[in-house]
C-alpha cells in the first residue's frame, strides 16, 4: 500500500491565514505540525512504502521542504502542470505505480484533513484495505453530526463487512434542508475524499468510463521528466485530460465502490467555524492563538500573527490578524470570507495571493516598507542555497548583511561580505547572492526604481531549473 497525498487547494474561506501562494495544508493550524506535516505522519502509520505526493508547480518547493523538515522519504513528487481535478491527479500515480506492481494499493488523501484519532484512522484503513483487494474502490465515510451542507454525502447499501458497505449513491452538497433530512434518516455518511483501491482496478474502472483521462495521463506519463526531486509529467499530453473529480469521472458510475465509516473526529477544516470546533478553547469557548488579550468575551476565535490583539465584548465572531490584513466576521460565516476573497481578486490585490512573507526554494522574502519608488526588504537565504544568477532592468539593489556571511557575485567580481557590510547593485548588472555556510543568512535588501516587481527579472543560472516565468 502506497499513500497517495493530494496537495491542492486554496482553502478561500480561510483568509487571510490561507492564500493561494500558501494555503491551508502548508500551515500548521492546529499542533505544532502543518496540516500536510501531519498527513505524512499518518500515512506512514499504514502505509508500507514511502508517498506519493501530487501538488502543483506553484508549491513544488514548499512541499519538498515540509517533507525534508519532518526527514520523511517521499516515493515521488508528481507536479501537475495544471489542475486538471482529482481524476487525472490519481491516474498519474496509478500509472507510475503500475509499472512496479499493478496490484499496488493507493491510498488516498488530501493533505488538508484532521483526524484527530490515529487508532480509529489505522482500523478504517486496513478494513477498507481488504475490501480493496478484493478489486472493489473503497472510500472512507464520516457518520454526520450535523446538517453540514459544505460536505457532499454517500448513501450506504448493503452491509458487506465490519463497518462497511456498498456504496448506493454519492449526493453532491445538499442544501439545508436534504443536509437536515439526511442526518435524521441514518443511511447517509460525509465523503470524506479518502480512497483505497489497486492502481490496476482503478485504471480498469478509469478506462470503461473516461478514457480520455486515461489516454491523456499515459502520454503524459510516457512523455515525463525528472528535475530535481519532481517527476514532471508530459504537459501536452496532461492538458488534454478532461477536468475531472474522481467521483465523477469513475466512483459515482463504477458497480464495484464501497464504503468503510470512519469513527473519528474529522474535519477537511473548510471554515474558519470548522477550525474553532476542533480547537481548544476556554471556558468560555474561546480559541485564542497568538499574542492576544480578551476580556468578556464568548465562542470566538481570535488570532494574532504579527502583533498584540485586543477584544472585549465579542461573541460568535471571528477576529484575525496577519501583518498585512485583518479580517472580522460571524463564526459561521464561510461564504461571507469565499466572497471577500473574490472581490480582493477582482481588485487585484497582492493580499490574495501572498503573505507578507513568501517563500522560495532558496529560503524567504518579506517586504518591511513599500513606497512609489523603493522597496525594503528581509531576505533569509537557507544554508548551502543561493538566488538565481540575474540581472534586474529597472532597479537597483543596496545589500546589507545582518546575520551570517554572504557570497556575493556583482557584475565580474565575487567576494564574501560579513555582518555590517553592504554592496551596491547597479540597474542592468548581474548578480548573485549564495550563502555556503551552516547557519541561514540575513540580509536587508533596498530596491530603488521605477518598476519593483518581481517580474522584472532576467534569469543566466538557477539551481532550481527556474526560467524567468517562474517564482
Known sequence: MIPVILCGGVGSRLWPISREAHPKQYLDLVGSKTMLQDTLRRALL?????????????SRFTT????????????????EPEGRNTAPALALAAIQICKSDPDTLLHVMPADHIILEDEHFISATRTAAEFAKKDMLMTMGIKPTAPETGYGYIKIGEEVGSKTFEVAEFIEKPDFGRAETFLKEGNFLWNSGMFLFSASS?????????????????KAV???CIDLDFMRPGEEAFLDSPNMSIDYAVMEKTEKAGVTILESSWSDVGSWSALW???DRDSDGNTIRGDVLIDNCENSYIRSE??????????DLVLVETADA????TIGDSQGVKDIVNKLKLARRAEVFNHKEVFRPWGSYESLVISERFQVKRIIVKAGHALSLQKHFRRAEHWVVVSGVGEVTCGSETFNLEVDESVYIPINTKHRLRNCQSEPLEIIEVQTGDYLGEDDIERYDDDYGRDNSKQ
Open 46 to 58: 499504514v502505509g508500507d512504502e514511502a508517498p506519493i505526493l501530487i501538488c502543483n508547480e506553484e
Open 64 to 79: 519538498a521542504e515540509q517533507v525534508r523538515q519532518i526527514g520523511a522519504q517521499v516515493n515521488a513528487i508528481i507536479l
Open 202 to 218: 482503478y485504471l480498469r474502472e478509469l478506462r470503461k468510463y473516461n478514457p480520455s483521462i486515461l489516454r491523456a495521463c499515459m
Open 222 to 224: 510516457e512523455t515525463s
Open 277 to 279: 470546533s476542533i480547537s
Open 306 to 315: 504579527s502583533r498584540l490583539v485586543t477584544a472585549t465584548g465579542l461573541k
Open 326 to 329: 485583518v479580517l472580522a466576521t
